[in-house]
């Protein structure tokens, strides 16, 4: 949720507080943002790779940090050993809690969108490693910023919950809802109704999409393989086509020779034929694969379902795609290898 909605207070990316978009990437980026967490999140659960934020501007009322944490926080992590770093390891032992949704003046405090949070015990454990007296730097008013205010502390999640909400309906606004791979359409989904398929971000249904074994055993993943060999192969059959026509050129003889087209032609075919066969898509398993970047328009019956939003924005893309078609004589580029 943190990558999705990316929060700032005053940045120099944006006009000022609010989101910067998926991986903040938001005020450069022009593919939708999709394509990005899309592939951050496959790139996550193959590696296990656990995200750590830390916060900056202000922790609660009373405490201005500016970026004086955000440079703390890597000067103790590493000198952290990679089994110290291990999210699950850190909450057995006490040195993260999770933080747990509660009532407030009557209302629903989602805390727990905050994630998990260091405690005492992982200062007194691994900030030694920096300061001589670390229990006086980060006092338990900072560890747990809601006993300094706690009507500032639920306000402060209920603007992050709101600011959340806001950014993923922005994907069903604009229909790239779609293009999210399951696990990321379930968030989104979460992050802007509360549910998915009647299932809140705690439902074990919903945590398991996000394993290695989940994704590994997906026809989302499989799919993701088999556009990267059909990538893989159009940019061959690009480097066979463009050694081939230079060779033919009769005016290219002498270059071609000095440059050994004749050879780099023989590799490329061989490259060609190695990612063709089947043992190169099996070879892809375990890689991040390709993201779709946008999946083909959906059906009449499909878009029936889809937001006003939504069906405008297909009618508009169907619109383009029949006008290029036109003015193209319906030929068809040979697609990128890049994602």
Not at 11 to 24: D, I, R, V
Not at 72 to 96: M, S, T
Not at 148 to 173: C, H, L, M, S
Not at 241 to 255: I, K, M, P, Y
Request: glycine letters at 8%; charged letters at 25%.
């Amino acid at each position: 949720m943190d990558y999705v909605c990316s929060l700032t207070g005053t940045s120099p990316s944006t006009t000022g507080a609010g989101s910067e978009g998926a991986l903040t990437k938001g005020p450069f980026n022009a593919l939708a943002p999709t394509a990005d967490l899309n592939n951050a999140l496959v790139s996550m659960l193959l590696t296990g790779y656990a995200g750590f934020s830390s916060a900056a501007g202000f922790i609660g009322p009373r405490y201005r940090v500016d970026h004086d944490i955000s440079l703390l926080i890597p000067e103790i992590w590493c000198r952290l050993f990679p089994h110290e770093r291990d999210p699950k390891r850190l909450i057995e032992a006490g040195h993260l809690e999770k933080l747990e949704d509660y009532e407030f003046a009557g209302k629903q405090v989602l805390a727990s969108r905050l994630g998990y949070r260091i405690t005492a015990r992982f200062v007194h454990t691994f900030f030694g490693r920096v300061f001589d007296n670390p229990t006086t730097v980060f006092t338990e008013e900072i560890l747990k910023p809601e006993i300094q205010d706690p009507t500032v502390f639920a306000d402060g999640v209920n603007n992050i919950v709101e600011a959340q909400q806001r950014v993923a309906e922005a994907y069903f606004t604009d229909g790239t809802i779609e293009d999210a791979c399951p696990p990321l359409k379930a968030l989104l989904h979460i992050m802007a109704y509360g549910h998915y398929e009647g299932n809140d971000a705690h439902h074990p249904a919903i945590r398991a999409l996000f394993t290695r074994e989940a994704l590994l055993g997906s026809d989302w993943y499989r799919e993701r393989l088999a556009i990267k060999q059909k990538r893989d192969v159009a940019l061959w059959e690009r480097h066979v086509g463009s050694l081939t026509a230079f060779l033919a050129r009769a005016g290219h003889r002498d270059e071609a020779e000095r440059l050994g087209i004749a050879k780099r032609l023989e590799h490329a075919r061989a490259e060609l034929e190695r990612v063709s066969a089947p043992e190169h898509l099996r070879a892809l398993v375990g890689t991040i694969g390709a993201d779709p970047i946008h999946r083909p328009l959906r059906s009449a019956q499909t878009a029936d379902q889809a937001s006003p939003e939504s069906v405008r924005r297909l009618s508009r893309l169907e619109a383009a795609a029949r006008e290029e078609e036109v003015v193209s004589g319906g030929r068809t580029g040979s697609g990128s290898s890049k994602t």
